[in-house]
T-cell receptor, first 113, second 113 residues
């Protein structure tokens, strides 16, 4: 049972345009969400997070939006750069009582120069 | 520059052999995770520890996998006997608070032939 779903395995975007990566979750108890970026032959690195008390969090070119009623979050990258080409994972967990992160299957982003 | 260190980076072994993967978490982090990356499942949580105590290993095949933290600087994941379906990249991650992100090592790529 995949509690965190990334339904798009891949995405291609032109350099300078917006990249939108999507993530859906099924467990309404999740209240903390993270995005990780992963380059080949490296471990995932943390990108940005959002708590369920917010609906938006911004860090430079990266913005995460959370729609709790739809159980959906998205990562926007503006403007996209070739160095952003990587696999992006979303992850979710309950803040209280557990350290257990549940990850999606990832979306491979390719930014075309 | 603090980082999670995993050894070995690559391991090729024959079916039936024992495999041990090691992880040195970031000093001061009290939570350690083991994840497995596969194409179909993305990043699957196998086990995690807090203050060296196992909190959840429900994602781990119990008959052949075992995870331990002999001390605060070492976590191990052992597979005995190994099978071809265990071939994957295994990541260790550590963190120090339930409200912050986990930091990942570079992974151990395991190939069982």
């Amino acid at each position: 049972d995949q509690q965190v779903k990334q339904n798009s395995p891949s995405l291609s975007v032109q350099e300078g345009r917006i990249s939108i990566l999507n993530c859906d979750y099924t467990n309404s108890m999740f209240d903390y969400f993270l995005w990780y970026k992963k380059y080949p032959a490296e471990g995932p690195t943390f990108l940005i997070s959002i708590s369920s008390i917010k609906d938006k969090n911004e860090d430079g070119r990266f913005t995460v939006f959370l729609n709790k009623s739809a159980k959906h979050l998205s990562l926007h990258i503006v403007p996209s750069q070739p160095g952003d080409s990587a696999v992006y994972f979303c992850a979710a967990k309950k803040v209280s009582g557990t350290y257990k992160y549940i990850f999606g299957t990832g979306t491979r982003l390719k930014v075309l120069a | 520059d603090a980082r999670v260190t995993q050894t070995p980076r690559d391991k090729v072994t024959e079916m039936g052999q024992e495999v041990t993967m090691r992880c040195q978490p970031i000093l001061g982090h009290n939570t350690v995770f083991w994840y497995r990356q596969t194409m179909m499942q993305g990043l699957e949580l196998l086990a995690y520890f807090r203050n060296r105590a196992p909190l959840d290993d429900s994602g781990m095949p119990k008959d052949r996998f075992s995870a331990e933290m002999p001390d605060a600087t070492l976590a191990t994941l052992k597979i005995q006997p190994s099978e071809p379906r265990d071939s994957a990249v295994y990541f260790c991650a550590s963190g120090y608070s339930e409200n912050t992100e986990a930091f990942f090592g570079q992974g151990t790529r395991l190939t069982v032939v």
